[in-house]
């Protein structure tokens, strides 16, 4: 499976940016799909997923600030980011996960700052 992301960028805190990740097959045939992020000096960190049928799940620090999303039809999830603060200042990857084996794209970096 290859994903590709795009859509980071710099944006003011309290901005919103929306972020793609293309997958190279069905995201049907997948059993999720997620978005992490890595911050300077830190770990990396499970931001949100979209599991085949649907259901979603966040990590607290972006519950009702992020939405993550998908376009069957292009095989593609976006995570919609609102509300952005500082410290959402990372490089986001998306993932894919397929019997028990994960995949990942390269990173978008995202700067919130004013």
């Known amino acids: 499976v290859q994903l590709q992301a795009s859509g980071g960028g710099s944006v003011q805190p309290g901005g919103s940016l929306r972020l793609s990740c293309a997958a190279s097959r069905s995201i049907f045939s997948l059993d999720a799909m997620a978005w992490y992020r890595q911050a300077p000096g830190k770990e990396r960190e499970p931001v949100a997923y979209?599991?085949?049928?649907?259901?979603?799940d966040y990590a607290h620090f972006v519950k009702g600030r992020f939405t993550i999303s998908r376009d069957n039809a292009k095989n593609t999830v976006y995570p919609q980011m609102s509300s952005l603060k500082p410290e959402d200042t990372a490089v986001y990857y998306c993932?894919?996960?397929?019997?028990?084996?994960?995949?990942w794209g390269k990173g978008t970096l995202v700067t919130v700052s004013s």
């Open positions: 979209i599991t085949r049928d649907g259901s979603t």
């Open positions: 993932a894919a996960f397929l019997d028990a084996v994960d995949y």
